[in-house]
């Protein structure tokens, strides 16, 4: 279907002051997938809407700006924060450059401390009694070395080898 030179430039101008597609295609009563099918048919037509899309989003951005500034400067007895918010979100979306209000809600303490309602299990209970080694290899022995009454005479230094051997306690 072929659209009218009438119905192109209705298209272009509620374009330029709505920013949307779907707006220029029901104030000239057609589709949006006829605008796009006339986009693909007609390059001039096509950058005439982008030109229209682009200037749509600047005066939505304008108009979004607009009413956080009267907000602002003259604010209502009860503010609509809905309304509020909607343009902030509007003016963030369009307006290069535009950052909307930021506010830290809580505080984050780096010192973390973790507590679990699981108590957590005690292993060296749970395992069963260890088994010990004996130690392998060479061992030096001091051995002392007393007379028939009793008396000290000396040490002496004895290597026994032992082999490894697990036993139970």
Known sequence: M???HDAKETVIETIRVHGTMKAGAEAAGVSVRTLNEEMRRSAIFKRRILEAREEGK??????AIDRIKEYAFNPPLKTDRNVLTAAIALANAYEPGFRGTTTVQGKIDHDVRVRTAVPRPNYELLDNPPKKMLQSGKRTKKVKIVDEQGNYIGT???EDVIEGKVINE
């Open 2 to 4: 072929r659209i009218t």
């Open 58 to 63: 600047r005066n939505i951005a304008d108009n």
């Open 156 to 158: 002496q230094t004895v």
